[in-house]
């Protein structure tokens, strides 16, 4: 004989599989990454004991003030982030979850992940060596650019490289420093041709800027809302959509005069 179950019998037993169903999803692998703020480098100086920028075949100027790159740190893509990660981390300000094939290539391992954004850093660098030599009207044939930047990949530091190129050989152009002495930040892809692009987590880059003393933050004009979303007090946002117009604001700063955009 069947006995009938009680009302609080009968909604501990429905609730089971639901208590076990979330108690699965909250420990199962998600699709996502979770990120930070990174590190910041000086395309002027060194980086772990090594100069960012050397060049041979033209007189070097000696700079002040400076360029740092900015980036943004991740879980790896082999890391299991959970349903808990993704809650815990999700109303932070210096956090951001984001689908995982925003941040890494889909369906790669590891190692083919790596490589890839080796590859990419190699075509920056090779892309901003271009930019700024065509932008100084000098010839690959007689100056000799290297740029090194240990164990950070990816494409995003392209204009600050370009950037540091030029004001290791020239400054702004009159016998000044592009930075004007500040410690100037920044973000965005470049091409051979000078077109700046946009690149992603902005809005941790800028973080990362200010704590290590930026006080102007160069991004892509296409991401001036995602940088503006969480910005830090005391850094200012220069919109950029080409090399020119950045030299151009740069330079502005320095004298004082002259109009600078703003996002």
Known sequence: MLSRLTRPRAIAVCALPVVALLATAAFAPLPFSVAGPGTTANVLG?????????????????TSG???MTTIVATGPDTRVTLGDVAGNWFRTDRAVLPRDAVYPSGNSVKEIEKHNVEQMRQSQDAATQAALKYLHLSADKVHVTLRLANVGGPSAGLLFTLGIIDKLDGDGRGGDLTGGRT????????????????????????????????????????????????????????????????????????????????
Request: aromatic share 2%; net charge positive.
């Open 46 to 62: 060194q980086y772990r004991g090594t100069s960012v920028i050397t060049v041979s075949g033209a007189p070097v100027r000696r």
């Open 66 to 68: 400076q360029l740092r």
């Open 184 to 263: 100037v930040a920044g973000t965005g892809t470049i091409d051979a041709s000078g077109r700046v692009g946009a690149v992603g987590g902005v809005a941790l880059k800028t973080q990362a800027a200010r704590r290590d003393g930026a006080t102007v933050f160069l991004v892509p004009k296409a991401e001036c809302s995602d940088a503006k979303a969480e910005l830090p007090k005391g850094l200012r946002l220069v919109p950029v959509t080409t090399l020119q117009g950045a030299v151009n604001s740069l330079v502005a700063l320095e004298k004082g005069k002259g109009s600078v955009p703003s996002c």
